[in-house]
């Protein structure tokens, strides 16, 4: 016992297997085929993103295997300049979206809980959801390679050559609706990983001594939630254009290319960060453990991420230096891209002292560490060469840049992951690795690396462009192209020998006992492989470290096994990890997939350009979201449970502050962005755009009339779910329900009338911004009127008490949101009329 | 949760100002300020470098008074966010009083 | 540069090889993070930054009577517009300047945005449908130099070359001349 006064007392010692099999027969995925895709446990899901990610990077590597293959020589005839483009298209689109991203949200997933003492992520089913988005707009991205009708306008697809004039077919909307579907994981990732870090951490785990991994995760989960939206408007807008001829991006009707390029590289940049951190965060882990000390600098590291996520947003004009912005503003980015670097060297020299003040172990997890500092320093320091302007504009879109972009993603994320993957091996699958194939591997890779891209900077300053698929009249790049491609086939080779590193590990490898790196962190405090809920029961405050195995095995721990035959977990404070409720979370149940192929049917529908049956499939999407809401209430009010001696606390649907309510509050931050974003291409198109001002709409007093009535109504729905929850438990709560649903369809109405009386949006880059905005009103007036309805639901289903709100509170936020995003908009549209 | 935003003031405080300036840079080449003469100098770099040390300003107020109560890293981290704020803001926005403006 | 950053690189893969090789030996944290984390890596990208921003002042263009040619880029060619004695002078993929003395190159795109580079001459500079973005650029001796397009721009991208002939300003082809147009 310590003598903490937050102290919790244990709970009573109970036999260990029996509160296993207990257990596991309530958190494990169903059996059969029909079972697994009914999963939702975060091992299972972050296991299958992994997996899958892992796939998709051997086809976009055996995609490089190509590019390298045409390049070996000047005039290379392997593949004609079509299919090179979609390879190197598909390349680099696999890579980032389809690879790197979903393998840091499958570690995050896989991992978070386990690190920070949890039984799962936050929200399982969204987790699972996620998945399946992932999977399905993964296939369809990829099935457009195999007809022929894969995206060819480079990964970054720039306007107008991404446009319909310059690109007719469907190749372009592949990539547009098929990433978008995809992000549905980014941005429910973002969510889960934020308010599992936030809300499931081990009892009096306080933020500020939380495993590092927990800061990184926390840095790029808040980094995806601004990051993506800006991409996702983007895409909205580009495919709106394609499919309906809006023009935000045609110069002759007020739009403007560089808006596209805008909203890409505000996601881009970002992006390189939240690819790196993840992997940072693994190396703050592992470096430890193989230095056998504790890490180096906690305060500058997590201050470092501070910086690194804010920084990271001042960098996106960097990789738009020549497309005519004035000196000074390209040198605000500069110095930003240039100052970017001063956390990102913290870190690297905090890990140097860190093994410094120990005594390393070369275990084959260092080897990756070692080959990750030999690669990333010197891609940093090339990335630092880039940022200067005038080398800038000399190096920009030549090979150089691809050199660096590679030094930079291999050497700050493959390499970490790969150390990860070789560090929590043993966890995932029991076992021991077989000796020697291992470090074949890292040697392969690491050389095979180097000697692809090391070459390739001097490739690029002698002067070749990245994208072109033949150089007959340079036959000085040839040597080095056919040394980088020698290079290129090391390294596959290097990747194979790992994948069957693993797979001989899973197969015949030798039983690993408990923790066999001693590792100081609480993923290491269970039994390996990894149960299916992690901790039979939960850390208490104090001790969070891999010694409470046994305790926490035997059901000493807080709210040990699973008595009530539910998923119950512990949800804490956010900064110091106080108990504060107990979640139910949701079992086995298909419901994700269902949902997933709803919204795959809309993104399908779209691509095949049958626009009139995508409200079938909206609606499709609106029944699978209703059945959402069927778990997330209790029709009896229940007496506190007892989580350990003198310890008892509510169930969540008797809490205000629910996961629910912190996930809905992190999902408007990135609504917010997005709407931001929007507002960022009203301002930029207004200011910038040739063929401005518009065409006078002659709109005037009517539709600022309607708008506002249709505002009135809005605040009339926030009244009512304010009532709503205040009345819960008597009968005005029901009226109050029925006027919240009326005036959100009333509202709706409105804005119908709205649309009705604005100009036709194909007329000027103006119109068609101000029908997007309306659509974003009418949207969340959708989402808005679901949720109004589900509260009646409640009231009606006898889901509410003077305990239990149901689903008002949630209801409060989007009405709010709707409310105050719909204001901004009428304001926009009253400036460009009085104006 | 109110000591996380001591920690993110500085930093978000630098976000304003950075968005503000790149704002108010496009917005006064668009509106053609540098050549709209004000007692003092051309509009444009004026506005600017008014922002800046307004901004600048407002950074050296944080780290005046923006302190946490509570254990030594969370203190350090509060401190940490007001400096890489203050340094952010000074570094990256620096070049208003360096090179010209639309060019 | 690329020596500054060679010995950067060699200098921290020395620390580390260091840190792993050698046993455990004390490690003070502010000396990690603050010396060498904070203040090595700021000395440096300050002296960079300013040189950089600096020359990056020299290079760009400003409206001070330099010489202007045009380029108009189009899907899959370079068409140029330079003075001549008797009024601008159309070529298609060959742009006449002078040797010794800065010129400004004006870019204009007529379908996508594509990018006017020649390695021998310095920096690139995109054209961008509905932009006119200005470029300044030399060429110190008379001779011939590559050109091409760095902006992937489609199909026809990796054969999107041109021709700049640098010819001396005492004795110019006949057809154009170096002297600014009116």
């Known amino acids: 016992m310590t003598e903490d006064p937050h102290a919790i007392a244990p709970n009573p010692p109970q036999r260990a297997l029996p509160l296993h099999r207990q257990m596991d027969r309530i958190w494990s995925d169903l059996p059969g085929w029909r079972g697994s895709v009914a999963s939702v446990n975060h091992g299972t899901i972050g296991l299958r993103f992994m997996a899958t990610s892992f796939l998709f990077f051997s086809i976009g ?12 020589t000047r005039d290379g005839a392997f593949l004609d300049t079509q299919l090179y483009n979609q390879i190197f298209t598909m390349h680099g689109s696999i890579m980032m979206f389809l690879f790197a991203i979903p393998m840091l949200e499958g570690l995050a997933m896989w991992l978070l809980p386990k690190i920070l003492g949890a039984r799962d992520m936050a929200f399982p089913r969204l987790g699972a959801l996620g998945y399946w988005c992932y999977l399905f707009g993964g296939i369809i991205i990829l099935s457009s390679l195999l007809f022929g009708v894969a995206p060819d306008g480079g990964w970054f697809m720039y306007v107008p050559l991404s446009g319909k004039t310059y690109t007719p077919g469907i190749s372009a909307d592949v990539w547009l609706l098929g990433v978008t579907f995809v992000e549905i994981s980014a941005m429910a990732a973002a969510v889960e990983i934020i308010v599992t870090i936030l809300r499931l951490r081990a009892a009096g785990m306080a933020l500020t001594r939380m495993p590092l991994m927990g800061w990184y995760m926390l840095g790029t989960a808040a980094m995806m939630l601004v990051g993506f939206p800006p991409l996702i408007l983007g895409s909205i807008l580009l495919e709106l254009e394609r499919a309906f001829d809006w023009p935000f991006f045609d110069v002759l ?17 970002p992006e390189v960060y939240i690819i790196f951190l993840p992997a940072a965060g693994v190396l703050s882990t592992i470096i430890p453990v193989f230095a056998r000390t504790r890490i180096l600098g906690y305060g500058a590291i997590v201050a470092a991420i501070v910086g690194l996520v804010f920084l990271s947003f001042g960098l996106w004009v960097h990789h738009m230096f020549t497309v005519g912005i004035p000196h000074m503003a390209l040198a605000f980015f500069s110095a930003a891209s240039a100052l970017v670097a001063v956390p990102t060297s913290v870190q690297i020299f905090a890990w140097i002292g860190t093994m410094w003040a120990g005594r390393v172990d070369l275990r084959l997890p260092m080897l990756h560490v070692i080959g990750f500092f030999a690669t990333f320093v010197m891609g940093g320091l090339t990335g630092v060469m880039l940022a200067m302007v005038p080398f800038n504009w000399q190096a920009h879109d030549t090979h150089f840049v691809v050199a660096h972009l590679h030094y930079v993603l291999v050497g700050g994320f493959v390499f970490p992951m790969l150390a990860g993957i070789t560090y929590w091996m043993p966890m995932i699958s029991g076992r021991f690795r077989v000796r020697a194939l291992g470090e074949a591997a890292f040697w392969l890779i690491f050389l ?9 900077h001097l490739t690029g300053l002698l002067g070749m462009p990245r994208r072109v698929d033949r150089y007959p009249d340079n036959p000085e790049w040839e040597w080095l192209n056919l040394v980088s491609s020698i290079g290129g086939m090391v390294m596959s080779v290097g990747f194979a020998l790992f994948v069957l590193d693993i797979a001989m590990q899973w197969l015949f490898g030798r039983r690993s006992h408990r923790n066999p790196w001693k590792a100081q962190t609480m993923d290491w405090a269970m039994a390996l492989p990894a149960p299916s809920y992690n901790f039979a029961s939960l850390a208490g405050a104090g001790r969070h470290d891999a ?11 807080l709210l040990p096994g699973a008595p009530r035959d539910r998923r119950e977990v512990l949800v ?17 149940t298909r419901l994700p997939i269902w949902t997933a192929a709803a919204i795959g049917s809309f993104f399908l529908l779209m691509l095949a350009g049958l626009y009139w049956a995508t409200p079938l499939a909206i609606l499709l999407i609106l029944w699978a979201a209703w059945q959402w809401g069927g778990f997330m209430g209790s029709r009896r009010d229940a007496e506190p449970l007892a989580v350990a001696p003198g310890l008892a606390l509510h169930e969540h649907w008797q809490m205000r502050n629910t996961l629910a309510y912190s996930g809905t509050v992190t999902l408007l931050v990135a609504d917010a962005t997005l709407y931001a974003s929007l507002l960022f291409g009203v301002a930029f198109l207004t200011v910038i755009a040739p063929n401005w001002p518009p065409p006078d709409s002659g709109l005037g007093w009517p539709v600022l009339l309607t708008g506002a009535a249709a505002l009135l109504m809005m605040g009339l729905g926030l009244v009512a779910s304010l009532l709503a929850e205040a009345q819960r438990a008597a009968p005005p709560g029901r009226l109050a329900a029925l006027a919240g649903v009326a005036a959100a369809g009333l509202a709706l109405l409105l804005l119908a009338g709205v649309a009705w009386q604005f100009d036709d949006p194909t007329r000027h880059a103006r119109d068609a911004l101000r029908a997007a905005l309306l659509g974003y009103a009418g949207f969340h007036g959708v989402v808005t009127l679901m949720l109004a309805l589900r509260s009646l639901a409640d009231v009606r289903q006898g889901r509410t008490s003077a305990m239990r709100r149901g689903a008002a509170p949630v209801w409060q936020l989007f009405q709010a949101f709707w409310l105050g995003t719909s204001a901004l908009s009428l304001g926009v549209v009253a400036l460009q009329e009085i104006g | 949760m109110i000591w996380m935003a001591r920690v993110l003031a500085g930093p978000i405080l630098w976000g304003a100002l950075f968005s503000g300036i790149y704002g108010l840079h496009g917005l006064g080449c668009g509106l053609d300020w540098p050549n709209r003469e004000t007692p003092l100098g051309a509009l444009h770099p004026l506005a600017m470098i008014g922002a800046w040390l307004l901004g600048l300003a407002l950074h050296a107020a944080l780290i005046r008074w923006n302190r946490a109560l509570g254990d030594a890293r969370q203190a350090m981290l509060v401190r940490a966010g ?10 990256t926005l620096f070049p208003v009083i360096a090179t010209s403006t639309c060019g | 540069m690329l020596i500054g950053s060679g010995l950067i690189t060699v200098l921290v893969l020395t620390l580390a090889g260091l840190a792993i090789w050698r046993g455990p030996r004390p490690s003070d944290e502010r000396r990690w993070t603050i010396w060498w984390g904070l203040g090595f890596s700021m000395s440096v990208l300050a002296v960079l930054l300013a040189f950089a921003l600096r020359a990056g002042e020299r290079i760009i263009a400003r409206d001070d009577g330099t010489l202007q040619v045009e380029a108009e880029a189009q899907q899959w060619r370079w068409r140029f517009v330079q003075p001549g004695p008797d009024g601008p002078v159309q070529t298609e993929g060959v742009l006449y300047v002078p040797a010794g003395q800065p010129f400004d190159i004006v870019l204009t795109s007529r379908d996508v945005i594509h990018s006017f580079w020649v390695p021998q001459l310095g920096g690139k500079m995109d054209a961008i449908p509905g932009h006119r973005n200005v470029h300044r650029l030399m060429a110190d001796a008379p001779g011939t130099h590559e050109g091409l397009c760095a902006e992937f721009c489609g199909i026809g991208h990796a054969a999107m070359r041109f021709e700049v002939v640098v010819y001396d300003p005492a004795d110019p082809p006949p057809f154009v001349s170096a002297e600014s147009l009116p």
């Open chain 2, 82 to 91: 007001n400096w890489i704020g203050a340094v952010a803001s000074a570094a």
């Open chain 1, 448 to 456: 095979g690396f180097h000697g692809t891209f090391f070459i390739m």
């Open chain 1, 572 to 588: 804490t404070e956010p900064g110091t990890g106080r108990p504060d409720h107990v979640a139910v979370l949701p079992g086995n």
């Open chain 1, 253 to 269: 009707r007020g739009g403007d290319p560089m808006l596209w390029q805008h909203l890409f590289w505000l996601f881009g940049h």
């Open chain 1, 61 to 72: 590597g055996v995609l490089a295997m190509l590019i390298r293959a045409q390049l070996a």
């Open chain 1, 547 to 557: 010694s409470v195995t046994l305790p926490l095995a035997r059901g000493e721990g």
